[in-house]
Antibody, heavy 120, light 108 residues
């Protein structure tokens, strides 16, 4: 069965960096686009970034563009999100998800999420 | 601010039909996707495309669209359907994804 397991969350000081990982299993990872979403405490869902199956293209939400980088290692079945210049507004549960469509515009499987808290 | 607009809360009597709507300019071009999220859990895909359901989603869930409005309909709401429902789509540029603010469905 499809499994997505996020890791790397925790408490980080404002201005610092953090890298999230998402280990995938139960499907051919290299054939699927992938996405990151986030959800601030008590708030709604927000799309963060998406990447094509072969990493040939990636798009970012305006709120993270220039600070976050999505990447993948298809040999390790792992998706990454490198987050720089973190601020309190980035505090959220971060979810990785598998894309149903080739252009990664919707997600059919989600991980359970990892909490990132930006605080001094 | 979200480019998709949803009613914050909707209630329905057990076994009755309920429609949750989502409005936005991009819905004239792109289909809406609907996710269900229960407290403390990850979102679950319930409707995508014209009106497609992933395996395991009951057929009481359906989707439709007209103009700039997409709708999620539950025919015969069950207690287990009580959850937050989010619509999502591409924005008008086509490159970004956007969400509605979510609708909290209460089953009475």
């Amino acid at each position: 069965q499809v499994q997505l397991v996020e890791s790397g969350g925790g408490v980080v000081q404002p201005g610092r960096s953090l890298r999230l990982s998402c280990g995938a299993s139960g499907f051919t990872f290299s054939s699927y686009g992938m996405l990151w979403f986030r959800q601030a405490p008590g708030k709604g869902l927000e799309w963060v970034a998406r990447i094509w199956y072969d990493a040939s293209n990636a798009h970012y939400a305006d709120s993270v563009k220039g600070r976050f980088t999505i990447s993948r290692d298809n040999s390790k079945n792992t998706l990454y999100l490198k987050m720089n210049s973190l601020s309190a507004e980035d505090t959220a549960v971060y979810y990785c998800a598998r894309a149903l469509t080739g252009e990664a515009t919707l997600a059919d499987y989600w991980g359970q999420g990892t909490l990132v808290t930006v605080s001094s | 601010s979200s480019e998709l607009t949803q009613d914050p809360a909707v209630s329905v009597a057990l076994g009755q039909p309920v429609r949750i709507t989502c409005q936005g300019a991009s819905l004239r071009t792109y289909y809406a996707t609907w996710y269900q999220q229960k407290p403390g859990q990850a979102p679950v895909l319930v409707i995508y495309g014209r009106n497609d359901r992933p395996s395991g989603i009951p057929d009481r869930f359906s989707g439709s669209s007209s103009g700039n409005t997409a709708s999620l309909t539950i025919t015969g709401a069950q207690a287990e359907d009580e959850a937050d429902y989010y619509c999502s789509s591409r924005d008008t540029s086509g490159n970004h994804l956007v969400f509605g603010g979510g609708t909290k469905l209460t089953v009475l």
